[in-house]
């Protein structure tokens, strides 16, 4: 695409954005080249800001009369490419529109533009003893937005909900610029409910230009116990048989050996480094609550044969606890060159089968893999640790990831729990759908977007797509954003 | 826990499809019949749907279980409380016969959904027919998944316009461990909903709220230690409630021969009825309002602030049952309808003319 086109195209936005709304400078637009997988650079023609909705209208008019690409971007921290810009295309993002429109303490809500930030929302309401539960681990960073776009999750989903379960309202601006609602907060709509289609569709049915958010109240106590098991079996066994209680924890995870080790090494938790397996199990609400059920989780954990199980005394040692967890990312990152992280769900019962499924592989890689599984709701993160200067290696890495997100399908889940497709998975989406099923996404993307102008490219793998196999790797340890959590 | 399955239904409802496809024709999905009145009635050729049944997985640990449409939903219900788990939206039956795939096509829920959720936010996963005799799955079994737009959850309420389920895979919650129901005098709607809406800031284990006829009941679920606290803290007096009977809809304020209309409003807005004759369920959000009402005029106003009014029962021939749609939204849902169902096949006109 010619600067010539660049130039002439930002004369046409610049009639109705102001100046610094347009960006047209290479050194400029390097900084939107990619998002939290920056193994895929790509540049843009243009980047807009626009500052309000109706400028984001105007901006889809223009789009739709010139047939260019939109990618949305909001805080460009997704893990899968979501906002990977189009090389013929626009950037549009909501960086500008970050504004706390209203909270209504009476209805539990909140109308927020997409460009504010997840935690910015707890911490704008908190006072008033409430906060916004969804809590994906990019949350000091990532835009509500682009959680909407991605229908991000966190460690609290088993009790909390994804993003969709949290949303009242979206107000969204269509591909040919005009605007539609979706207004849930009388909790009841006649007709289809779209809700569920726009919340996770990647910016591939519109433009999401406010969001109303359901509130809760912040739970009065939190407390954490930690198993320490000699299986990952017991430890996987011992997770099911907590829910059979009757039992929701706010959070379940598990490490299995290597990844203990690599956190305890980096954060010094105090983990049990000669451990086959741990359990960090949070739970929360009224101070009786969680007393009497705590007592029970470690009765649970003690019979399903945990050599071990450590209470977290107070708020110092139950944020110590979490530390290991939440560094398990960097963690590895320090103790290899490169990793590749995996974001396959299966039914809890499958951890053992997909686990050992996943040593084996492994072995017959000749590649290391450390385990993190939010084990409450059965998403597991492997990483695998590569080292991208090896010929060949980054390679054999990306054929292992297909290999254990097959397995995981294999055993009844799914390529992606919370980290979307967007060009990262594209190729499993093949596995995973049929032709029929695929064409199906493709007739409903039709039914918002005629023109295919929203983020062409991603997350539904045309025919001619179906070949290719790709992946998220880190190089020395290094994601774009290092200063987040990952996990 | 299977059940034995035979997968031959499968194959000859998919023969079925095709060939009424290719003859113009249209078909009535038909289960169990209990919810047969919601909706707009339509004259095609009724197919019984219902014979297609069985457990296909339930692993109570695993908190999901996997049902093949013509299930009937008491039997599931029975079953999942012997394991001590239940449905978290509180699904009301209206009959015997009432099966699972008519509970998600009209995705009625009952007393819990205002806390607990909607039927769609607990659909994880389908497998459906479409108006081709294709078999098309979405989702899974699993909580988190992001792969593909999310089809299945798009299945609930669509009054099966667009394509027969065939099975699908739905969260289970644990039942709690007790439950308590108290009692407050409130004269007025508005007041009522000012206080409930005020408890919300609160972390109380509310699960379930009713107005009628000056009194207000709430229901209490948690754990022992959790709901006798949060009582004591409420105040109020201890009250039977049979919830069964609110969620069939078998209190005496349903049992009427005068039309009955189901307003939907954002919870805390004010009472715009002004009428005795009202029930208020889910924190304020769902309005029943029973006799006479100038249909039109109150959904404009209902509209206003945000909500919607079906005209449920026993309303005049010609007054269309859910609130009709802006034009535009009514023309994208149109076109969603085609994309599945392409030769209008599928209950046709069962929401709206044209879906």
Redesign the interface.
Known sequence: MSQTRRQQLAVRFREFLPADSVIDQPTSLAAYECDGLSAYREQPLLVLLPQDTAQVQQIMRLCHEQRLPVVGRGAGTSLSGGALPHAEGVVLSLAKMNRILQV?????SAVVEPGVRNLAISEAVQS???YYAPDPSSQIACSIGGNVA??A?GVH??KY??T??NIL?LKVVGADG?L?EI?Q?????????????L???EGM?GIVVEVTVKL?????CARVVMGVFDSVEAAGDSV??I??E???PAGVEMMDNPAIRAAEDFVHANYPVEAEAILICELD??E??V???IDLVEQVLNKGGAVETRLAKDEAERLLFWSGRKAAFPAVGRISPDYYCIDG?????ALAAVLTGVRELSEQFGLPVANVF?AG???LHPLILYDANNEGELEKTEALGSKILQLCIHH??????????GVE?IG??CI???D???N??H??????DPLKILNPGK??PTLARCAEHNAMHVHDGKLPFPELERF | MTDILDVSIEDELSTQIRAVAANGGEIEIIGGGSKRFYGEAIEALPIDVSGHSGIIDYDPAELVITLRAGCKLKEVEALLAQNRQMFGFEPPCFGEDATIGGMVATGLAGPRRAWAGSIRDFVLGVKLLDGRGQVLQFGGRVIKNVAGFDVSRLMVGALGTLGIILEVSIRVIPVSETELTIGYEHASADEHIRWINGLGCEPFPITASLWHDGRSQLRLSGSEQGVSQAASQLGGDATETDWRQVKEQRLEFFDTELPLSRISLPPASPDMLALDSQLIEWGGARRWCRGEIDVDALRERVAGAGGNLCAYRRHADGVPMFHPLPAAMLKLQRNIKSSFDPAAIFNPGRIYPGL
């Open positions: 209504d303490e009476l209805s539990r008033k003893g409430l991605e229908n999750g989903c088993l909900g994804l969709l379960h309202a005009e539609f207004d907060r009388c909790l009841h709509i006649d007709g289809y409910d779209l809700m569920p289609l919340v996770g569709s049915l809760l109240p912040i739970p009065r099911a048989a829910i059979a009757g039992i929701i609400g009224t009786e609550e007393v009497a059920q769900t299966i039914p809890r019962k939010h709701d059965g998403n009844g889940g799914t390529i992606t729990g919370e980290h979307g497709v998975k499993e989406m995973q759908f049929s029929s099923e695929r199906q996404f007739a409903l993307r039709e039914c918002f997350a539904i």
